[in-house]
C-alpha cells in the first residue's frame, strides 16, 4: 500500500520525534527555561513501535528518529531494536537518527548492530567556546568522542549545521576541510522561525544559503550531484576534498514541491507540513483498542490534507515565527 497525498506524491519517509527533552538547550531552538511535556502525554516505547510500524505497513520505507534529543529517553534503544526487525523482514529500507552527539560513545555499536548504518550530528561550530554558547550546556570534546566513537562502529555521519550570521560565519571553510579529513558528509541549514523563544530579532541571525554557497565558491571547487537521501537537501562534491555537501533552503528556496515526509510527535501528534499548523491526533486511535485499524484510517486521512507547501517565506517577511511550537517538539 501506498501513502499518497493530494498533490501525487507518494509519502514514504517518517520522522518520529521520540521525546521533546534535551540535554543541550540550542539558542535556536529552545528556551533555557523550557518547560517540558509531562509523562503521561507521552506515547510509550511500545505505542511508538505500534505507530511506526502502522506506517511501515502503510509504505513508509525510511524511518529517522528524533527528538529532542533521542538518545536521552530511557531504555531508547528497546525501540530501536523493536523498529530493525522492518528492516530485517525487507519493509523498511533504511532507520536512522539524528542526534546532537552527546550520547553516541554509549550507543554507537547498537545502533550499528541493530541495523543503523548512517546518522546526522547536529553540530554548528567546531570552536569550544563557540559551542557552549550555542548549546548553552554542552560539551564539544563530548560530541566530538560520539562521533569517533560512531566512525569506528562503521557508521556514516553527516554533519547537519545551522548557517547562523555572526556565529559561525567565519567557520565555514574550517568546516568543509575538517569534515574531508575526517570523512564526514556536511549539510548547511538555514535557521527556520519556529517557536518563540524569547529572543529579540532572532531571524537577523538569518543567512541565506546563497550567501553562504558564495562565500564557500571563493575558495572551493563544488560540483552538482543527483545525490538525494529522502530528506530536503540538495547536494554538491567538494572537489578538494571529495566529501558530499548538502544545502538544505526553506527560506530562500522553497522545496516543498519534493515533500515525501510527515513527522509524528512523542505524543501522537502528526503534522503533514513542518511549516503548517494542521495535524492530526493519532494517539486517540492509537488507545482506542489494540486494532491498528483505526490508526491507518486517521493515518491515511491525515494524509490527504498534506499541503502544497509551508508559509516560512511569508512569515519571514511578517518577521515572527511561523508556528507556535519549537523545533524540539516537531523533531526537524
Not at 41 to 60: I, K, Q
Not at 146 to 175: C, F, P, R, S, Y
Not at 200 to 226: C, G, M, P, Y
Amino acid at each position: 500500500m501506498q501513502m499518497i497525498d493530494p498533490f501525487g506524491r507518494e509519502v514514504n519517509y517518517l520522522r518520529v520525534s521520540v521525546t521533546d527533552r534535551c540535554d543541550y538547550r540550542c539558542v535556536y531552538c529552545m528556551a533555557e527555561d523550557m518547560t517540558f511535556l509531562p509523562k503521561k502525554e507521552l506515547l510509550t516505547l511500545e505505542e511508538l513501535d505500534r505507530l511506526c510500524s502502522a506506517f511501515v505497513d502503510l509504505g513508509t520505507r525510511k524511518l529517522r528518529i528524533t527528538g529532542g534529543e533521542p538518545l536521552v529517553r530511557r531504555d531508547i534503544m528497546w525501540l530501536f531494536r523493536r523498529l530493525g526487525r522492518h528492516l530485517d523482514s525487507g519493509a523498511l529500507d533504511e532507520l536512522t537518527v539524528t542526534t546532537n552527539g552527546s550520547q553516541l560513545a554509549k550507543h554507537a555499536t547498537e545502533l550499528y548492530d541493530i541495523g543503523v548504518r548512517r546518522i546526522n550530528v547536529s553540530l554548528d561550530t567546531l570552536d569550544a567556546d563557540k559551542f557552549k554558547a550555542i548549546t548553552r550546556w554542552g560539551r564539544l570534546d563530548q560530541v566530538l568522542d560520539g562521533m569517533e566513537a560512531a566512525a569506528k562502529a562503521g557508521l556514516k555521519i553527516k554533519l547537519n549545521t545551522v548557517a547562523l550570521k555572526g556565529v559561525n560565519q567565519d567557520e565555514v571553510h574550517h568546516l568543509i576541510r575538517w569534515c574531508g579529513e575526517q570523512g564526514f558528509d556536511l549539510t548547511f541549514i538555514e535557521a527556520m522561525p519556529m517557536g518563540d523563544l524569547g529572543i529579540e530579532d532572532r531571524l537577523d541571525q538569518f543567512w541565506s544559503l546563497k550567501d553562504v554557497r558564495r562565500e564557500i565558491e571563493s575558495q572551493w571547487a563544488l560540483n552538482e550531484s543527483d545525490h538525494r537521501t529522502g530528506g530536503p537537501a540538495r547536494y554538491a562534491n567538494v572537489v578538494e576534498t571529495g566529501a558530499r555537501l548538502g544545502f538544505i533552503t526553506p527560506l530562500s528556496h522553497n522545496f516543498c514541491e519534493s515533500c515525501n515526509r510527515v513527522r509524528l510527535t512523542c505524543t501522537g501528534t502528526l503534522y503533514m507540513c513542518l511549516g503548517q499548523d494542521d495535524a492530526a491526533d493519532l494517539r486517540a486511535p492509537l488507545r482506542a483498542g489494540n486494532d491498528d485499524e483505526g490508526v491507518r484510517t486517521a493515518i491515511l486521512e491525515a494524509i490527504s490534507r498534506k499541503p502544497e507547501g509551508h508559509d516560512f517565506v511569508r512569515n519571514r517577511q511578517e518577521r515572527k515565527a511561523a508556528g507556535a511550537r519549537h523545533m524540539s517538539v516537531t523533531g526537524g
